[in-house]
């Protein structure tokens, strides 16, 4: 008898533990949705307001939701998606949260990430473990009753503020699951969820009018799924006036102060700033039942501006790489930019086709360049031209930074022109090459799916303290996050270095090798992992500091 009590009264405390972390979570919600066009920037807005939020004290978070079927974007072809970016903890994901990290200094993990693919596998794997006692698997309870837990997921870390992006916009027949989800998570936290909807207001030059209708549609198709929208964002080339919002906020039910303008900037980086001036954070504040408190300064994030927008000088860095899209490489890109601006410069990135360099036109299409980044990659498609690229930058000393890919290419060329290796390649390129200076990882040798099997995520590299690399990062030992099969042969590393080249950072658990250098040279360093992806707006990778650095002073 006195062990029942005892029992009844451990389950009425941990009832009440529970509902007192309830109590003292309160996590709000926050929805970002899109209509009328995909390609908004709800991604932008997202981390906009998660900026903003955080100004003001508060911790949060954000993640995606992407309608697609794939697992995730790893197998997707950059011209689908843009670049894939990758967590720390080693998720390949969609490049928003890169917008994410960059704007907010978080990190993100695989929790901020999710495809339609990830919700129906979970659910799928449930069903064949018995999880569901035999019942028929529905969309509605059990799909949406899973991407209401992935929401919730984040909240239960203790952060103020979950922000959550809806990728593709409302009507399309893979968002709606989410839809539904919303719609339930909304109306079951009542203050604590709000949705703010990002639509378009085209402008029609031949009648020289703003058009709402479009906005118009896109809330009633929001509403008829059930979900009333708390803010709307509206995108526009032209400046709306007071009449147009009230017009907005009249037929769509949205207070007039819920109505904000996002036009066009001549940066992203100005959106959080423009937001501010609208007061997007005070309405989310007010209808969230929050202290709205004073206005944060966003001083660093200002200075960072003011240097971008008075940078006159110019330093031109070419890319050389095979995907003609400017997200393809958008992390490399955003950290050349960050790098330029604080080296007091605007960066110029000119994109150059690889397939398209020859020995004969390299120092043609190579022309007027202070710096040439050799980008990532896979696949035979381009390599040659980044070879006789690399070749060109190494022999006329031009300040050079490979990636991934791009310093395995860099590798292969000092093999084939310098030790006079003339068939060395990579096992990717070439399967029965005898010089296989880059070869597939040990772990990876029988692997055959291609989707989330490759070296993913933060990995530790020890840097040679002499090292060119140490003294830009001012430290011996840094994590960087790596997307990779194919390695540096160990094999031949005494080779390399006897002829110039040293390998100078390597993981200390596997000793591959994770950065090559050329010390005579002024700046030739490829790394084998990616560190575009640790490049944020307030702190801006060395590397990239540094090479833009001697990327000016070579152009001098």
């Known amino acids: 008898m006195k062990n029942i009590c005892r029992y009844q009264f451990f389950v009425v405390f941990l009832h009440l533990v529970n509902q007192l972390q309830i109590i003292v979570a309160d996590t709000k919600y926050i929805f970002v949705t899109g209509g009328v066009v995909s390609s908004l920037g709800k991604g932008i807005i997202s981390a906009s307001i998660g900026k903003l939020l955080q100004a003001r004290g508060y911790n949060i978070t954000i993640q995606k939701f992407d309608p697609y079927i794939n697992i995730d974007p790893g197998t997707l072809n950059p011209y689908e998606h843009g670049e894939c970016y990758v967590t720390v903890d080693g998720m390949e994901t969609d490049l928003d949260l890169g917008h994410y990290e960059r704007f907010t200094g978080i990190q993100t993990t695989r929790a901020n990430s999710l495809t339609t693919g990830r919700i129906y596998k979970a659910v799928i794997d449930k069903e064949r473990h018995g999880d569901y006692l035999g019942k028929t698997i529905q969309v509605v309870p059990h799909i949406t009753d899973e991407i209401k837990r992935r929401v919730q997921l984040l909240g239960k870390k203790q952060y103020d503020f979950v922000i959550t992006e809806i990728g593709g916009t409302v009507g399309d027949i893979e968002s709606t699951p989410f839809l539904e989800a919303i719609r339930q998570l909304k109306w079951e936290m009542g203050r604590n969820a709000l ?131 400017q997200d393809a490489y958008k992390s490399i890109r955003e950290s050349l930019s960050q790098a330029g601006t604080y080296n007091g410069h605007k960066t ?128 011996d030992s840094i994590s960087e996050r790596h997307r990779h099969r194919y390695e540096f042969n160990n094999k031949f590393e005494q080779t390399f270095k006897d002829k110039g080249m040293q390998c100078v950072g390597r993981n200390p658990d596997s000793n591959l090798i994770e950065i090559v250098e050329i010390p005579g040279l002024k700046w030739y360093i490829g790394t084998q992992f990616h560190p575009e992806y640790q490049s944020t707006v307030l702190q801006p990778h060395p590397l990239f500091l540094d090479f833009i650095k001697t990327a000016i002073a070579n152009k001098k």
Request: proline share 4%; charged share 25%.
């Open 195 to 325: 949705c703010v909807h990002l639509t378009y207001v085209p402008y029609l030059k031949a009648a020289q009018e703003l058009k709402t209708k479009p906005t118009q549609h896109s809330v009633k198709e929001l509403q008829s799924i059930g979900i009333q929208p708390d803010i709307l964002v509206l995108r526009t080339e032209k400046h709306l006036n007071e009449n147009v919002r009230k017009k907005v906020a009249a037929f769509c039910n949205v207070d007039l102060d819920c109505v904000v303008q996002s036009e066009d900037l001549p940066s992203i980086y100005d959106v959080p700033i423009n937001m501010l001036n609208q007061g997007l954070d005070t309405a989310i504040l007010r209808k969230m039942g929050e202290p709205v408190g004073e206005e944060p300064t966003l001083k660093p994030w200002r200075n960072f501006l003011n240097k971008l927008k008075t940078s006159k000088d110019i330093v031109n860095i070419g890319l050389v790489g095979k995907y003609d899209l």
């Open 348 to 475: 110029v990135i000119t994109f150059i086709n690889a397939e398209k360099i020859t020995d004969d036109n390299v120092s043609e299409m190579l022309k007027g360049q202070d710096g040439i980044v050799i980008c990532p990659g896979f696949g035979q498609r381009g390599t040659q031209g980044k070879i006789v690229a690399a070749r060109y930058t190494r022999e006329h000393d031009i300040p050079t930074f490979g990636i991934c890919l791009g310093m395995q290419m860099m590798v292969i060329e000092f093999a084939r022109n310098v030790i006079g290796y003339p068939d060395a390649n990579s096992r990717e390129m070439d399967s029965k090459t005898e010089y296989n200076v880059i070869d597939i990882m040990e772990e990876q040798k029988n692997i055959t799916d291609m989707g989330g099997t490759m070296r993913l995520g933060a990995y530790e590299c020890v840097l040679d303290k002499d090292s060119r690399a140490a003294k830009i990062y001012q430290s």
